[in-house]
């Protein structure tokens, strides 16, 4: 038996449940906040959430978000607001998803979907204009050619912005603060965060906020 | 005698797909791990995602037996000619992936120690976004190199530009201006 005593440690590695991920065929499922690429959202009645304000590209610590506003036509408006994102530009090979963008926007107007899996292979792919970037008639992400979606990946765009807003705190009070998106509506608090919530301190007794 | 220089005839028509399936099922890449960037690059070759499924479980630590190098991390001024002759060590045909948003652009350090971009040093051929990216994310990026490789994309792009992606800007008026990459040079066969 000596010379075959070596093999039992194969033996039994083979018989061990496989931990291989089969990747561009299957992904593993996303952790709820995760930060992927960003999404430029629009309201249910089909505006722009964006009102160029350019606090997402002044809190940017890469400094990877070009924007530039313009004042909205009174007859044709893009935005409710005055004024709208003219250009809106994220340089993908300097954004590193801190996602203080998103903590930043006034609007709601910049979140961040699942989605991780992409790769340019040419440099000019990497600078995402604002046609990439804003979400469809149905509220879905765009889908560009060089990144793999897999399934409804772009359902959760904005867990991140309902976590840290002030209104997605743990002592959650049954009322939303933040507005509807295209397609999907007011979106549901996340529950579940802290554990028990009636153990938490209300935000006024000095509890997070 | 390299692919190239072969005469496309009956014989060989096929040839050029054998060799290129051949190439890309089999890249080893050079290990140039040089910040964060090199841990999920250590995690797309253990065992959740596995490189070995594409023949790319060996990780060189001699440049002369690697023909990838993924530049892993920031890339330091001091660290630049370094890179330049790991690079140049490396047989042809060879390719780099700059993976991550410092070793594309800088990423978030905009400052003097750090080379912003590693296209100034070596031609590269895939970018790979993320701070840092998962191991997803730099598999998707080797999975684009190996469609390049499998195409022949990249051939036809050196032809063209001499090496690398050729870094094209777009300037604000709508004039495409070209920046010239840095030549390889070539030992004449």
């Known amino acids: ?11 039994t590695q083979v018989f061990r ?18 930060h992927g690429r960003h999404v430029l959202n629009r309201y249910e009645d089909g505006m722009e959430k964006c009102i160029g304000c350019e606090l997402c590209a002044g809190v940017c610590p890469a400094q990877c978000i070009y924007v530039r506003g313009a004042d909205n036509l009174t007859d044709a408006p893009v935005s409710p607001g005055e004024r709208y994102g003219f250009v809106y530009e994220i340089n993908y090979l300097r954004c590193i998803h801190c996602d203080l963008c998103v903590e930043a ?34 509220g879905r992400a765009r889908r560009q050619p060089w990144e793999l979606w897999l399934g409804g990946e772009d359902d959760e765009t904005s867990a991140w912005m309902r976590a840290t807003s002030s209104s997605g705190n ?5 009322r939303v603060a933040w507005s509807g998106e295209l397609g999907f509506g007011v979106r549901e608090p996340e529950r579940g965060q802290g554990g028990d919530p009636g153990a938490l301190p209300a935000p006024d007794q000095g509890g997070v906020s | 005698m390299s692919l190239e220089q072969i005469p496309h005839n009956f014989l060989t028509a096929r040839l050029e797909d054998l060799v290129q399936w ?84 800088g990423g978030m350090f905009n400052n003097y120690a750090l080379v912003q971009g590693v296209d100034q040093v070596v031609p590269v ?27 022949g994309e ?35 066969a």
């Open chain 1, 1 to 11: 038996m000596g010379r075959l005593s070596g093999f039992r440690v194969t033996i």
């Open chain 1, 17 to 34: 449940p496989r931990v291989t991920e089969k990747f561009p065929q299957e992904k593993r499922p996303k952790p709820p906040r995760f």
């Open chain 1, 105 to 138: 926007c006034p609007t709601e107007a910049i979140t961040e979907t699942k989605l991780f899996e992409f790769s340019f292979a040419r440099r000019q792919d990497a600078i995402y204009t604002k046609d990439e970037l804003l979400v469809d008639d149905e």
């Open chain 1, 170 to 174: 743990a002592a959650y009070e049954n």
């Open chain 2, 22 to 105: 051949a190439r890309e099922r089999s890249v080893f890449p050079a290990t140039f791990g040089l910040a964060c960037c090199a841990m999920e690059m250590m995690a797309t070759g253990a065992a959740h995602y596995d490189l070995a499924r594409y023949g790319m479980e060996v990780w060189r630590a001699s440049p002369r037996q690697a023909d990838l190098i993924i530049v892993a991390g920031r890339l330091s001024q001091k660290m630049a000619p370094v890179l330049r002759q790991v690079y140049d060590q490396m047989v042809e045909p060879k390719w780099v992936i700059s993976m991550g948003v410092c070793a594309s652009t």
């Open chain 2, 125 to 151: 051929d895939v970018y790979v976004p993320g701070c840092p990216p998962g191991p997803e994310t730099l598999f998707h990026g080797i999975l684009t190199l190996h469609h390049q490789i499998r195409t």
């Open chain 2, 154 to 188: 990249l051939l036809r792009r050196r032809e063209a530009t001499g090496a690398g992606a050729g870094i094209q800007l777009d300037q604000r008026d709508g004039t495409p201006s070209h920046v010239q990459p840095i030549p390889v040079r070539r030992k004449s």
